[in-house]
């Protein structure tokens, strides 16, 4: 799309490729003249807001930097719980962690954007819920990032002491985030008093 923004050419490629992504009636030769992106998203922000500004540099690049106010305009709308919790996780991962653990739907966006993160920096399991860590069998049940499949793990805390972070989607609640933490705690025979 940036490439035709730049240069033009034959629109039936791009119109082809997003047949089921436009409004009835969008035409990529009329409107791609005039841009507005308002960023409404759970994905990762950076990731975001790189494709804005990918968009903007191809209309740069068309028109020259000093014309890009009359052909695109961005608005930086994204969810403030979701890159609070990006921008937690990044500090949390300084510290010498060993296993990361992601709480939340494993269709939500914003949980997938978190599992992806942490496990750039350590070992990370996303898991939908509390009821995924099952003490008794020293299991866990969790889908790795990318994968569309739970997968089950034993023996994943290993031995000797641990350091271990906890996160969740923006819209996972505090006491199934509180849930988990005991479950975690009762895999090595703890309990929270």
Not at 13 to 23: D, G, N
């Amino acid at each position: 799309m940036c490439a035709y923004i730049e240069r033009g050419g034959d629109a039936a490629p791009l119109a082809q490729h997003f047949e089921h992504a436009v409004s009835d009636g969008f035409d990529f030769t009329r409107d791609l003249d005039r841009v507005g992106v308002a960023n409404q998203t759970t994905m990762l922000a950076k990731e975001s807001l790189a494709i804005a500004d990918r968009v903007r540099d191809a209309f740069a690049r068309r028109f020259g930097a000093d014309k890009i106010e009359e052909h695109f305009r961005s608005f930086d709308t994204i969810c403030s719980a979701t890159q609070e919790r990006q921008d937690a996780v990044l500090d949390l991962v300084k510290e010498p962690l060993d296993i990361m653990i992601v709480i939340g739907g494993y269709n939500s966006s914003n949980t997938m954007s978190l599992a992806r993160l942490c496990s750039e920096h350590v070992r990370t399991y996303h898991v939908e819920d509390a009821a995924c860590i099952e003490p008794q069998r020293g299991a866990i049940r969790h889908q790795a990032v990318g994968d569309k499949k739970e997968a089950e793990e034993t023996a994943w805390l290993g031995l000797g002491p641990r350091a271990i972070g906890v996160t969740a989607g923006a819209s996972t609640p505090n006491n199934k985030i509180g849930e988990a933490v005991e479950r975690i705690l009762q895999t090595r025979g703890l309990a929270i008093t």
